[in-house]
């Protein structure tokens, strides 16, 4: 009898600890949500209106120098946005260490409280959730190699591919954590009754 209660209580501890884990992922994704904003507000121009989103989405070399024209200093502007832009893209592998690491253990928890359907697709999106940020340092680094002066279409076409896999990635992530939280949030009121 104790060695069950040993392991009752270890299975508990074991729950828990998954449940602080994810709270600290959370709760630095936002904090790092915060930073990046902050960080990314001057990089909003006329010229760049979603900032480093313009960057990210910019799929050849024209584009990509357009970005980086509205954020070189021209004499008019003191600002250097290029610099700004580098801060912003460091921060973000911070960033992408919290929201994928999160994503990826939300998705793995949620999983857990399912079964066939659910819970394949829960660990299977969890992968695609680590996945993402592979994908979103990739990103980083052709975005950095394209602020350094390395404009081409080779580096600024595959940023663009990182990117939108990592955002496609990132999304399905979230869609199956938000679908498979409000199911479990109704099996539980269903069991309560």
Not at 157 to 165: C, E, R
Request: charged share 15%; with cysteine; net charge positive.
């Amino acid at each position: 009898m104790q060695a069950k209660d040993l392991i009752v209580s270890e299975l508990r501890m074991l729950h828990i600890n998954k449940k602080l884990r994810l709270l600290f992922l959370f709760a630095g994704t936002l904090v790092m949500i915060m930073v990046m904003a902050k960080t990314g507000a001057p990089l909003k121009t006329p010229a760049t209106p979603k900032g480093i989103l313009d960057l990210e989405f910019a799929y050849n070399a024209t584009k990509a120098s357009k970005v980086i024209n509205a954020w070189t200093v021209d004499g008019i502007s003191p600002v250097d946005n290029i610099f700004n832009a580098k801060i912003n893209t460091s921060f973000d592998f911070i960033f992408l260490f919290f929201y994928s690491l999160f994503l990826y253990n939300a998705c793995k928890l949620f999983a857990a409280s399912f079964s066939g359907f659910l819970f394949i697709t829960g660990r299977i999106i969890a992968r695609v959730a680590l996945a993402a940020g592979l994908f979103d340092m990739l990103e980083n680094f052709g975005m950095l190699i394209t602020l350094n002066g390395n404009v081409s279409d080779s580096i600024t076409l595959f940023t663009f591919i990182f990117s939108v896999t990592k955002w496609l990635m990132a999304l399905a992530a979230l869609l199956y954590v938000l679908i498979a939280g409000l199911l479990l949030i109704f099996k539980k009121i269903k069991m309560a009754r």
